[in-house]
């Protein structure tokens, strides 16, 4: 800066420049820029100047604050922390904070890009829709208190890895070498065999435990190599891998190319032609330790001639920015439930040409549930993305639609110090009762109050068939709707229904305040309600005198609360859309896949309108001008609560479950939203 600065305030003495411009880049913007130190707020508002910013975040800003013209541009698979940062930061030496203030834009996948979405598939109302069969569960790792075992989920760094008492790796860490080698023997007969190619083990963040895993792996490895190479008592070795190609690789190799057929040859290699390469592929199979001290590197540079074929055992260095060349199978275990880390640390996206179909996660049950949640997140917010860059809006100018997300409070609880109070906005949201109470009491209370509200509400507009006509296509529902409802209603049921406090920010007592809120400024006065059933549960009360047919909801059980993926189906949050109200939404949702595609990898235009797009066209009008702010939206279900798809007791009442959809809004009016840091470090753990 000294060397080109060429101007000094007279007051301050600080330098400038202000004959050259400045364009910074930051790559991984939601990682060491992010200002982790606590910014405190005046009584009027205003950010305390005397704050001291972390370092890199200080130093990212002095160097902008020094131009007289500059611009900054932050990159990032994982916008969780950038959207947290305070909008109003900003300190006297650095200037604001890095707040995405201008704009957020998604960049377009192609269609051979392997991302969260084709991986793992996305959860709609009739269940999880896509996916690839390219997982595979770990349950050896630990004992099932989580305490003992070859890598308990909470270990120090003393830990010594024992199988079953033994100085050796667990079983399924040995089909995953074995995946590794076949994988590298069909590379090799596709005309790969000079490519790349890696396997990642990730199952601690010590480096002294990473190196007795290294050791057994490379110990595990040549005792491979011996086997094979030397053909020394090799009928139980390649029995094994014959077992696993038949079972496990064929299989799998026909569903994946069935799917993306461009990224998988159409022609299968016999077992023999396998066998006859297996030792040549073993032969140059490297075992490395890629951590902060290991010596290991991974030079694809030097082998670019040959290829590189190596198992990379490691930590957070593989977190985050090294990029693994020809990642075909991967062993996680980390036990991280912050979304950003954990999909960070997911180095198996990416592009797979010639191999996907050879790729393999080895992972925990719970772990593929996180992911899965976590690309629900990610899409929902590339979505909201989607429609604020179609409005035209900044950041700034959306406000806290973004920030608010009703399941984006996981990144690092020190990147989230502003969300400790929050002042939120709901307009633009949908938010649904995913963690649900598996209290008899608490479900019965709900049962009645809901029950009692629908009672209240008289006859209902449309009931038993509800049907839409949208592009000449016949929707239908079974179910009640009534329309012109009084905030009064909602607000009272709200008040009387009970969420789970583990629902975050679907909290019934603050949306009731938020809506009391929106009147005063004339919107949400009148609502639409709905009850909907038509499911495969048994036949219910809802109230009213009207009995439907229960949804099913398979969830996940834990002490007291019951979780499921989605509660309501998309299509469901367009029950109130007009048919012209509807055509807009579609152009817009059709607008954005058309500009990305390969996200969601339908292979055909959406044929029915996002959620963001409903929400933004209820509010906004299909002209931008002319929309039903005063007019909300609640969706009321009731959950067949029968053991095999809830956990629930025996005997257990329906489950009472509500969603409500937010029109878009320029109102400005948010409400008070507190976090529990006990409760936070309990479920996510301490800062990191």
Not at 20 to 26: E, G, K, N, S
Not at 301 to 326: C, F, N, W, Y
Request: with cysteine.
């Amino acid at each position: 800066l000294n060397h080109v600065a060429n101007a000094q305030d007279p007051l301050t003495g600080r330098k400038s420049v202000t004959h050259l411009p400045l364009l910074l880049i930051d790559d991984e913007a939601d990682h060491a820029s992010v200002d982790t130190g606590e910014q405190v707020f005046n009584a009027d508002d205003t950010p305390d100047e005397e704050h001291e910013p972390t370092r890199i975040n200080r130093s990212i800003r002095q160097i902008l604050r020094a131009f007289s013209r500059s611009a900054y541009v932050g990159y990032t698979a994982t916008p969780f922390a950038n959207i947290f940062i305070h909008e109003r930061g900003e300190t006297r030496d650095e200037g604001p904070d890095l707040f995405p203030s201008a704009f957020i834009i998604n960049l377009a996948a192609p269609s051979d890009y392997i991302g969260p979405a084709q991986l793992f598939g996305l959860q709609t109302g009739s269940g999880r829709q896509g996916g690839l069969p390219l997982t595979r569960s770990v349950e050896d790792h630990s004992t099932q208190d989580g305490l003992g075992g070859w890598m308990p989920v909470r270990h120090k760094i003393t830990h010594t890895p024992l199988y079953e008492g033994h100085d050796g790796l667990p079983a399924s860490l040995i089909e995953a070498v074995d995946s590794f080698l076949l994988a590298c023997a069909t590379r090799h007969l596709r005309g790969d065999g000079r490519a790349h190619i890696s396997m990642l083990v990730h199952v601690t963040r010590f480096n002294q435990v990473q190196g007795q895993v290294h050791r057994q792996m490379d110990e595990h490895v040549r005792h491979l190599k011996q086997r094979l190479l030397r053909r020394i008592d090799q009928q139980d070795v390649m029995k094994r891998l014959k077992t696993l190609w038949e079972r496990d690789s064929l299989p799998t190799t026909r569903v994946v190319r069935d799917a993306f057929p461009q990224l998988v040859p159409p022609v299968e290699p016999s077992w023999e032609e396998l066998a006859a390469v297996l030792p040549e592929s073993i032969a140059d199979i490297e075992v490395r330790m890629i951590n902060g001290t290991a010596k290991d590197a991974l030079d694809y540079v030097e082998h670019q001639d040959t290829g590189l074929k190596v198992i990379a055992i490691g930590g957070d260095k593989l977190s985050r920015g090294l990029t693994l060349e020809g990642l075909c199978v991967s062993y996680f275990l980390r036990a991280s439930k912050m979304y950003d880390t954990l999909m960070q640390m997911g180095r198996w996206f990416g592009y797979r040409p010639g191999y996907l179909d050879l790729c393999r996660l080895y992972t925990t049950d719970d772990l593929v549930e996180w992911f899965q949640h976590i690309t629900e997140a990610g899409e929902e917010l590339r979505e909201e993305f989607d429609v604020m860059a179609a409005s035209g809006a900044t950041p700034r100018e959306y406000g806290l639609k973004v920030q608010s997300h009703s399941v984006l409070m996981v990144t690092s609880r020190m990147k989230m110090r502003s969300a400790r109070s929050l002042m939120l906005s709901f307009s633009g949201q949908l938010l649904e009762t995913v963690s649900l109470y598996r209290d008899r009491d608490v479900l019965t209370r709900n049962l009645a109050a809901t029950r009692a509200f629908v009672g209240n509400l008289g006859r209902p507009a449309e009931g038993d068939e509800i049907v839409r006509y949208r592009k000449g296509a016949r929707n239908e529902w079974q179910g009640l709707v009534w329309e012109g409802v009084a905030s009064r209603q909602v607000v009272d049921f709200l008040s009387a229904y009970r969420t789970h406090p583990d629902a975050y920010k679907v909290n019934s007592v603050m949306l009731a305040e938020f809506i009391q809120s929106m009147n005063a400024a004339k919107e949400l006065t009148r609502w639409t309600v709905a009850v909907l059933g038509g499911g495969a549960g048994e036949p219910c009360d809802v109230g009213n005198g009207t009995r439907l047919t229960m949804l099913q909801r398979k969830g996940v059980v834990q002490s007291d609360r019951y979780s499921i993926g989605r509660l309501l189906s998309p299509r469901d949050e367009a029950i109130d859309l007009d048919e012209t109200e509807w055509d807009a939404a579609l152009s817009l949702t059709r607008e954005a896949w058309r500009a990305d595609p390969a996200r969601l990898r339908s292979g055909k235009e959406p044929d029915a309108p996002n959620g963001p797009s409903v929400r933004k066209v209820r509010g906004f009008g299909p002209d931008g001008n002319s929309g039903h702010r005063e007019r909300g939206l609640l969706l009321l279900y009731f959950l067949d609560p029968r053991k095999e798809w809830t956990g629930l007791p025996e005997g257990s009442p329906p489950v009472a479950a509500i969603a409500l959809s937010f029109p878009g809004s320029n109102a400005g009016v948010k409400v008070e939203y507190k976090i529990n840091n006990v409760l936070w470090e309990q479920e996510y753990g301490p800062a990191q």
